[in-house]
């Protein structure tokens, strides 16, 4: 395969932001370090295997989302690689069902690794997430309940990050909170990104960004229902930061509200979801769990050649 077929399916997979997919997974694994101390070596290697399913999944959703935007993008985006000709509508239907087939499985294996007995969750969680996917993808997301189905997809992403850790160490209210803080953030970003590609309108801006404070504000709550007992009194201080990180372009865009200022701010908000799970997670582990950043670099490197929107 030769450069520009590589650049192509690279493209069509949006490579770097299966990273962000990556950090769910990390988040999920921070969780259980803290919560599951004395765990045993294959639950670890169990969450790897979750890791590489949930990138499946993701992989998969960005292959249907142009497959079902075919007609659009030929009108409006005629560069990307199934209007342009450079990877085939058939090419894009095979690697789809492929890396829906590769997550489904892979879930399915790290339920047998992970404990003794095999656990039916990462399996029942992959196929629910697979299920949002595809409705996202085929045509939810052009309705006004787009943003809410795109955050159901990584509400479910979460929860299936989590589906390892024992229900005994974490209660259902809490592992929903944590994924509520996630999802809340991703309706924030996707009402944000709606007419990223036109001019947009400085209320629905401004609305999508307070949607995305919400978001820290719960996730401030949650740090609270955990106690202190738990994770590191700088986490208030981080939270503080990411908004800083975040906030600066989407005023940027909100002050101009062009398609570059709105671009930069989605693909910075996008990104940015490495670096809220790394905060969410030091409310685990504590200051370890910057040590999710370590998935930034190399999105950051492949986002030099490939879209992230």
């Given amino acids: 395969m030769n450069r520009d077929r590589m650049l192509a399916f690279a493209q069509l997979l949006r490579i770097p932001n299966v990273f962000t997919a990556f950090a769910d997974i990390a988040l999920g694994a921070c969780v259980g370090a803290a919560l599951v101390p004395d765990a045993p070596a294959q639950f670890w290697g169990a969450y790897l295997i979750l890791a590489l399913a949930s990138g499946c999944l993701y992989l998969a959703g960005m292959v249907w989302n142009d497959f079902f935007d075919f007609a659009e993008d030929k009108k409006a985006r005629p560069f990307r690689p199934l209007p342009s ?27 047998f690794v992970a404990q003794a007995e095999w656990t039916h969750e990462p399996l029942v969680f992959a196929l629910g997430l697979m299920a949002a996917v595809l409705i996202y993808d085929g045509g939810a997301k052009r309705t006004p309940f787009g943003p809410i189905a795109m955050a159901a997809c990584r509400f479910l992403n979460v929860l ?13 209210e809490k592992r929903i909170h944590l994924a509520g803080v996630v999802g809340v953030y991703i309706v924030g970003v996707t009402w944000f990104a709606r007419t990223e590609e036109s001019k ?43 908004g800083f990180l975040v906030g600066l372009p989407v005023s940027r865009a909100i002050a101009d509200p062009g398609p570059r200022n709105v671009q930069a701010a989605v693909k910075r908000c996008v990104l940015g979801l490495v670096f809220l799970d790394a ?7 504590g200051l370890p769990g910057l040590l999710v950043l370590l998935l930034l670099p190399p999105a950051l490197w492949l986002g030099k050649w490939v879209y992230s929107t």
Wanted: aromatic share 8%; hydrophobic share 65%; proline share 2%.
């Fill in 85 to 111: 000709g450079r990877v085939k509508r058939g090419t894009a239907v095979v690697l789809g069902v492929l890396l829906f087939a590769a997550g489904v499985a892979l879930a399915g294996a790290a339920g």
């Fill in 160 to 172: 299936f990050a989590l589906s390892l850790v024992p229900d005994s160490a974490l209660e259902i």
């Fill in 200 to 242: 947009s309108r400085q209320r629905d801006l401004a609305l999508a960004a307070g949607v995305i404070g919400l978001a820290l504000f719960l996730a401030l709550l949650l740090r609270v229902k955990l106690g202190s007992a738990l994770g590191t009194f700088a986490f208030p201080y981080l939270l503080v930061g990411f």
């Fill in 279 to 285: 905060v969410l997670a030091t409310m685990f582990v």
